[in-house]
């Protein structure tokens, strides 16, 4: 999925806040600081928090360990949002309002490999060949 460039993207707070929710949430759960026993069965990274503007939200990238079970692990962070988030909270007591949390699976390492098969896809080459060749042949005018 590409996202649409729109403004300077995330300010410094916006960056700094969500690697500290990302720390606090990261703790949590390899702590096994959850009440959900399905929870503290799973093995799962948090990658990145991206931050609202305002603060008061954010969505936690994550990924299980293993790359398998993925919608199980979301639907299970999601249904525990409510508590995790509440934990945050306690840990970041520098924040004005704790942010509600939504978790989604970090599918970057799926896209940017189907770039790269794009990228090496025979229809791709052909017309990157051809290009470079026309700029050989414009150097070699000048």
């Known amino acids: 999925m590409v996202r649409p460039v729109s403004g300077p ?8 806040v969500g690697e500290q929710v990302r720390h606090a ?3 949590l759960l390899a702590r096994g600081d959850v009440q959900d026993p399905e929870l503290a069965g799973m093995l799962i990274s948090v990658l990145e928090v ?29 249904r525990n949002a409510r508590d995790l988030r ?5 840990r970041l007591r520098a ?6 949390l939504r978790f989604r699976v970090d599918d970057r390492y799926d896209e940017a490999q189907r ?4 990228l090496d896809s025979d229809r791709v080459r052909r017309d ?4 470079d060749a026309d700029k050989t042949h414009e150097e070699d005018d000048s």
């Open 9 to 16: 993207g995330p300010s410094q707070r916006q960056l700094r």
């Open 50 to 78: 991206r931050m609202s503007p305002d603060l008061r939200h954010g969505t936690v990238l994550v990924m299980p360990l293993g790359g398998k079970g993925e919608a199980e692990a979301v639907a299970v962070l999601n």
């Open 86 to 90: 509440h934990e945050v909270s306690r």
């Open 95 to 100: 924040l004005k309002y704790s942010p509600e």
């Open 115 to 118: 770039i790269e098969r794009l």
């Open 25 to 27: 949430l990261a703790e």
């Open 128 to 131: 990157t060949a051809g290009r």
